[in-house]
T-cell receptor, first 107, second 114 residues
Framework: GIQVEQSPPDLILQEGANSTLRCNFSDSVNNLQWFHQNPWGQLINLFYIPSGTKQNGRLSATTVATERYSLLYISSSQTTDSGVYFCAVLSDNDMRFGAGTRLTVKP | EAQVTQNPRYLITVTGKKLTVTCSQNMNHEYMSWYRQDPGLGLRQIYYSMNVEVTDKGDVPEGYKVSRKEKRNFPLILESPSPNQTSLYFC?????????????FGPGTRLTVT
């Protein structure tokens, strides 16, 4: 099955800093999503981005499907951005999640 | 409001006592699935359903059953729960996944089996 690797596994930032999270995948995909899991365990959809670039406020994402990676950018980070960020990809009917990046934003 | 709901949100039970976690969506989605999340292992798919009366195994189906009698509901059944099924469970739904549709997740059910 498709392999999904996220980096870095852990990231600690000072409030106000910018960051880039990466998701690499091993095969062509029909779908790629980024999620934020907050400290209460809820999974929040950030982006549905099988290709191209999208922006939503301080967050943006870019997927280069031909090179099999996606990037999530967080600018001017806030303490509420803390949590785990997952990318999930769909190849055929196989939906796979990466192991996540745990982000801690310190005040 | 478009949403996926799960009940219960928290459950503590004992080994061997049958339980059902319900999942319901109001978006008329064909595709529904169940995942479990464990520390260090990420989210793994348990079962999925492409449509009514069509279900299939995911990566970790052992010890679980599902049914899809109605489009909106996809219950997860643990016939004889064991401590290794202690986990955080998520239900998700989407339009036909083969077309690359976006998945929507429920709020999660935290299950503890003692």
């Amino acid at each position: 099955g498709i392999q999904v690797e996220q980096s870095p596994p852990d990231l600690i930032l000072q409030e106000g800093a910018n960051s880039t999270l990466r998701c690499n995948f091993s095969d062509s995909v029909n779908n790629l999503q980024w999620f934020h899991q907050n400290p209460w365990g809820q999974l929040i959809n950030l982006f549905y981005i099988p290709s191209g670039t999208k922006q939503n406020g301080r967050l943006s994402a870019t997927t280069v499907a031909t090179e099999r990676y996606s990037l999530l950018y967080i600018s001017s980070s806030q303490t509420t951005d803390s949590g785990v960020y997952f990318c999930a990809v769909l190849s055929d009917n196989d939906m796979r999640f990466g192991a996540g990046t745990r982000l801690t934003v310190k005040p | 409001e478009a949403q996926v709901t799960q009940n219960p949100r928290y459950l503590i039970t004992v080994t061997g006592k049958k339980l059902t976690v319900t999942c319901s969506q109001n978006m008329n989605h064909e595709y529904m699935s169940w995942y479990r999340q464990d520390p260090g292992l990420g989210l793994r798919q348990i079962y999925y359903s492409m449509n009514v009366e069509v279900t299939d195994k995911g990566d970790v189906p052992e010890g679980y059953k599902v049914s899809r009698k109605e489009k909106r509901n996809f219950p997860l059944i643990l016939e004889s729960p064991s401590p290794n099924q202690t986990s955080l469970y998520f239900c998700a739904s989407s339009s036909p996944l083969a077309f690359g549709a976006e998945q929507y997740f429920g709020p999660g059910t935290r299950l503890t089996v003692t």
